[in-house]
T-cell receptor, first 111, second 115 residues
């Protein structure tokens, strides 16, 4: 079946550090890939997405590239802020009918 | 308007109570979802409605009863719940598109506690 694997953390970084959160997936065909972020006490917000191989999604300084050859969609940000502290979920979906989420990675950014 | 609104934000109910969770969106989305999220876990899909018809039921116990009265509203009726049903219940919506997966928009969730 389809699945998503990501580092669970917690990941603790100092402000302005470089962030990488790894995400790999198992799926047949060509799913769309997403990163969602969940701030404490809130629902999920879409951070970025990519719908085909070699697409790069970007938003708010975050980037991720759809790599079919390595079945990966790693999230990166060049300089994190305290306000980026949250849980980050990698997800895949076919035709929007069934999102499969990874376990989530908790990020803490210290001032 | 890119919001999915869920009410109430918090709900405490006894095991013999009947309550309902409500979800509303005005983005013209024709797919709506209920997810359950336990602490420190990812959301788990419960139900999917497509064009107001139930298209996916992930083997959810019958004490959870979804309803989609129109294209903007989604309800989740709760009856005879157990303490282990305590969780954050998330509603989401998305477009229904061929070949391309649109993103899902999530509400803030209802924090449910069963006592």
């Amino acid at each position: 079946g389809n699945s998503v694997t990501q580092m669970e953390g917690p990941v603790t970084l100092s402000e302005e550090a470089f962030l990488t959160i790894n995400c790999t997936y198992t799926a047949t065909g060509y799913p769309s890939l997403f990163w969602y972020v969940q701030y404490p006490g809130e629902g999920l917000q879409l951070l970025l997405k990519a719908t085909k191989a070699d697409d790069k999604g970007s938003n708010k300084g975050f980037e991720a590239t759809y790599r079919k050859e390595t079945t990966s969609f790693h999230l990166e940000k060049g300089s994190v802020q305290v306000s980026d502290s949250a849980v980050y979920f990698c997800a895949l979906s076919y035709y929007g009918q069934n999102f499969v989420f990874g376990p989530g990675t908790r990020l803490s950014v210290l001032p | 308007d890119t919001e999915v609104t869920q009410t109430p934000k918090h709900l405490v109910m006894g095991m013999t109570n009947k309550k309902s969770l409500k979800c509303e969106q005005h983005m013209g989305h024709r797919a709506m979802y209920w997810y359950k999220q336990k602490a420190k876990k990812p959301p788990e899909l419960m139900f999917v409605y497509s064009y107001e018809k139930l298209s996916i039921n992930e083997s959810v116990p019958s004490r959870f009863s979804p309803e989609c009265p129109n294209s903007s509203l989604l309800n989740l009726h709760l009856h005879a719940l157990q303490p282990e049903d305590s969780a954050l219940y998330l509603c989401a919506s998305s477009q229904v598109m061929d070949r391309v997966t649109p993103e899902a928009f999530f509400g803030q969730g209802t924090r449910l506690t069963v006592v």
